[in-house]
T-cell receptor
Framework: EPEVTQTPSHQVTQMGQEVILRCVPI?????FYWYRQILGQKVEFLVS????????KSEIFDDQFSVERPDGSNFTLKIRSTKLEDSAMYFC????????????FGQGTRLTVV | KNQVEQSPQSLIILEGKNCTLQ??????????LRWYKQDTGRGPVSLTI?????NTKSNGRYTATLDADTKQSSLHITASQLSDSASYIC????????????FGKGTMLLVSP
């Protein structure tokens, strides 16, 4: 069964460092998303990506965040200068369409900023 | 403000018993409501998706109901199994698809032998 895969499963980084979280969406999907879940809190939308550009982003997704799909398979989330409050579980998801269809989530990357 | 509230916050039941989880939402406009199962340390997995015109949808031992008038949904789990132990998250979608998902905090279910 096709699945969304994310690497690494756990990343520890020092405050101020750059991190890149990687995702391989399901191959025939067209829409890609990043969400985050701070420990004990709700899952929050960060950004959606379609046709090689950002289609929507939340207020959380400020200038320190960026996404790209460098090679047609990987979908990455870069955090330029990490802060302690960026510590969270980051989930990548993909879907064939944007509405009323199932989105498939990856297993997540736990980011710990120290 | 769009909100999704779930109850109870946590629940312990014996294996083989049934249970019902509740979801109230204030999301408007509303496109669809989803229930996800999230195992600890894993991503959410979709159980059901319902549009406003659907009252009930089943997926094996999971049955979701939706009352769009009262903005309430429930997830009923029949004949629970140990593997049902997880967080169950109610998610409501606005009109712009996945960028307008509002997640509940989830109900943590523990099925005890």
């Amino acid at each position: 069964e096709p699945e969304v895969t994310q690497t690494p499963s756990h990343q520890v980084t020092q405050m101020g460092q750059e991190v890149i979280l990687r995702c391989v969406p399901i191959s025939n999907h067209l829409y890609f998303y990043w969400y985050r879940q701070i420990l004990g809190q709700k899952v929050e939308f960060l950004v959606s990506f379609y046709n090689n550009e950002i289609s929507e982003k939340s207020e959380i997704f400020d200038d320190q965040f960026s996404v790209e799909r460098p090679d047609g398979s990987n979908f990455t989330l870069k955090i330029r200068s990490t802060k302690l409050e960026d510590s969270a579980m980051y989930f990548c998801a993909s879907s064939p369409r944007d509405r009323n269809t199932e989105a498939f989530f990856g297993q997540g990357t736990r980011l710990t900023v120290v | 403000k769009n909100q999704v509230e779930q109850s109870p916050q946590s629940l312990i039941i014996l294996e083989g018993k049934n249970c019902t989880l509740q979801c109230n939402y204030t999301v408007s406009p509303f496109s669809n409501l989803r229930w996800y199962k999230q195992d600890t340390g894993r991503g959410p997995v979709s159980l059901t998706i319902m549009t406003f015109s659907e009252n009930t949808k089943s997926n094996g031992r999971y049955t979701a109901t939706l009352d769009a008038d009262t903005k309430q949904s429930s997830l009923h789990i029949t004949a629970s199994q140990l593997s049902d132990s997880a967080s169950y998250i109610c998610v409501v979608s606005g009109p712009r698809g996945y960028s307008t998902l509002t997640f509940g905090k989830g109900t943590m279910l523990l099925v005890s032998p």
